[in-house]
């Protein structure tokens, strides 16, 4: 990347101001993650992610009656259309997992029942179509993997929330109480985090008044850099590489010296800790001890140490989430889809935020090019 510093230009827009939210806040200095005024722990630990899918669409944290209303809603739009199957069949052997959700939520589009919705910024309509993308991520995203897998889909079983379905559909029976509240966790965890690239990238689609399904679908192909949401399937791929505590150091330092990114440390907000890292992390050694595995805890607390002593680089949410789904016999490749079946609820507040007070958004740009160059005959080119 060119070295050069421009006035008004900071690479990557760091430090700059994409926009004003009211959707959540970070506290950078005490690593501090807020959603409409609530802390995420207290979200993750006390409430569901259903709550907080109510918090984050509809503003406010929801009644008892409220939050059951939500919940039948949820439960009445799991299931897609038959070609939404097909569409995920008709993928290419081999399909990125991301790429097979880009293709569902498309093709699930033209079955919205707002689908032709005369504004794109009808408050109400876009809260609906909301709902509808929340409730069918997890059956696109068990679909597609089961699909990829040569296996038939499993439609989503009434009455079952969001991460006890997920769970279900995946692996064709209900898991353990422990399991789901952990997922549940996850998602609350993973479903909001301010003007992150996916979300702002989305925020940049339906701001030309372009729908929501697109703007979600742009979430989605920006998540899956392992910049951003792919991280946490890279981490994991990583901590397998070392395989043992005895390796870790040595494997860490080669890497640090070949100025490799370690995946799911550092971030561009957080300096001291990424809050859910702290809070993943004590949920991930706990799953290692129910299960008698302490080894990828060990692996982390090794390499923790040296990040942090030779770069002052702590870890992000994606590292712990890592090793918590491995142990919770998730399968790697439904890492980040499980990001995407959280984050369309953060996706769709941004959007909703946006098409309410809409401006178009276009930056300007330095350019670095030649100018005044002459026309010349393409014969005489050489
Ligand atoms: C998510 O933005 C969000 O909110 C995202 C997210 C969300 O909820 O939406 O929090 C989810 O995407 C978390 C991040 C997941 N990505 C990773 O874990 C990938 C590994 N991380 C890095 O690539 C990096 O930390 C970023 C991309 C996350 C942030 O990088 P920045 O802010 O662009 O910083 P940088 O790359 O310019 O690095 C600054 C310095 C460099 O050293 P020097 O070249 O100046 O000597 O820190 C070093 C980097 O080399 N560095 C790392 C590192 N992260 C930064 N070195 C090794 N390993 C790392 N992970």
């Known amino acids: 990347m060119s070295a050069t510093t421009y006035p008004d230009y900071s690479p990557g827009l760091q430090g700059v101001i994409g926009g004003l939210t009211s959707v959540s806040k970070i506290t950078v200095e005490e690593s501090r993650l807020e959603y409409r005024g609530y802390n995420v722990h207290d979200l993750a630990s006390k409430g569901s992610f259903e709550e907080t899918a109510y918090?984050?669409?509809?503003?406010?944290?929801?009644?008892?009656?409220?939050?059951?209303?939500?919940?039948?809603?949820?439960?009445?739009?799991r299931a897609i259309p038959s070609q939404v199957i097909d569409a995920l069949r008709a993928c290419a052997p081999g399909t990125h997992q991301m790429d097979m959700l880009k293709v569902?939520?498309?093709v699930?589009?033209?079955?919205?029942?707002?689908?032709?919705?005369?504004?794109?910024?009808?408050?109400?309509?876009?809260?609906?179509?909301?709902?509808?993308?929340?409730?069918?991520?997890?059956?696109?995203?068990?679909?597609?993997?089961?699909?990829a897998n040569g296996k038939d889909p499993i439609a989503p079983k009434a009455g079952l929330k969001t991460a006890a379905n997920f769970l279900y559909m995946l692996h064709g029976e209900e898991q353990d109480d422990y399991t789901v509240l952990v997922m549940d966790a996850a998602l609350t965890l993973y479903a909001e985090h301010t003007y992150n690239a996916s979300t702002f990238a989305c925020r940049v689609c339906v701001a030309t008044l372009s729908d929501l399904y697109s703007g979600i679908v742009t979430g989605i192909g920006t998540l899956k850099g392992p910049l951003h949401g792919g991280a946490n399937e890279e981490?994991?791929?990583?901590?397998?590489?070392?395989?043992?505590?005895?390796?870790?150091?040595?494997?860490l330092r080669d890497a640090l010296a070949t100025k490799k990114k370690i995946m799911g440390f550092g971030h561009r907000e957080y300096k001291v800790g990424d809050g859910?890292?702290?809070?993943?992390t004590e949920v991930?050694?706990?799953?290692?001890?129910?299960?008698g595995n302490t080894n990828w805890g060990d692996i982390a607390d090794i390499m923790e140490k040296i990040m942090r002593e030779e770069k002052n680089i702590y870890p992000n949410v994606d590292f712990p989430a890592a090793y918590a789904f491995y142990l919770l016999g998730i399968p790697i490749e439904l890492y980040t889809p499980i990001f995407v079946i959280a984050r369309v609820t953060g996706w769709s507040a941004h959007a909703i935020e946006q098409l309410d007070d809409n401006r178009l958004i276009r930056?300007?740009?330095?350019?670095?090019g030649e100018l005044g160059l002459e026309y010349s005959a393409i014969e005489t080119r050489g």
């Not at 079955?111 to 609906?128: C, G, K, L, S």
């Open 363 to 368: 930056p300007s740009c330095i350019y670095t």
């Open 284 to 291: 991930a050694k706990e799953i290692g001890r129910r299960k």
């Open 235 to 251: 981490a994991m791929a990583m901590l397998m590489e070392i395989g043992s505590p005895e390796n870790a150091e040595a494997w």
């Open 104 to 106: 569902g939520y498309s």
């Open 108 to 147: 699930l589009s033209g079955f919205d029942p707002d689908y032709n919705q005369e504004d794109p910024t009808d408050h109400e309509a876009n809260v609906r179509k909301a709902i509808r993308i929340t409730a069918k991520a997890a059956t696109i995203a068990t679909a597609a993997y089961r699909i």
């Open 276 to 280: 859910r890292a702290i809070y993943l």
């Open 55 to 77: 918090l984050l669409i509809k503003g406010k944290l929801p009644t008892q009656s409220e939050l059951d209303e939500f919940n039948a809603a949820l439960d009445a739009e």
